[in-house]
Nanobody
Framework: QVHLAESGGGLVQPGGSLRLSCAAS????????MSWYRQAPGKERELVAA????????NYAGSVKGRFTISRDDAKNTMYLQMNSLKPEDTAVYYC?????????WGQGTQVTVSS
């Protein structure tokens, strides 16, 4: 059974940093692309960043490019999102996700709030 668990969210001041983690189980993590999404109040869920298997490539939403870095540690079955220079508009619930055997799976989400 696929299980994704995010951690690392919290309250941070504008300009600050956070690192999110996503621990995965129930599938061969190293073989699958992984992604981070976020959903702000009253808005649709949006793709933030994605990383292919074997870390061969990454892509980012334009709004976070140059500030966020996605990475993965296949030995630990864990994906990360390093978020720097955070802005109030980055406030959202952040979800990790993967597409496995025709089904998209989601974690429970972790709240990130950027406020002074």
């Amino acid at each position: 059974q696929v299980h994704l668990a995010e951690s690392g969210g919290g309250l941070v001041q504008p300009g600050g940093s956070l690192r999110l983690s996503c621990a995965a189980s129930g599938f061969t993590f190293s073989r699958y692309a992984m992604s981070w999404y976020r959903q702000a109040p009253g808005k649709e869920r949006e793709l933030v960043a994605a990383i292919t298997s074997a870390r061969s490539s990454t892509n980012y939403a334009g709004s976070v490019k140059g500030r966020f870095t996605i990475s993965r540690d296949d030995a630990k079955n864990t994906m990360y999102l390093q978020m720097n220079s955070l802005k109030p508009e980055d406030t959202a619930v952040y979800y990790c996700s993967t597409f496995f055997r025709g089904v998209r799976y989601w974690g429970q989400g972790t709240q990130v709030t950027v406020s002074s």
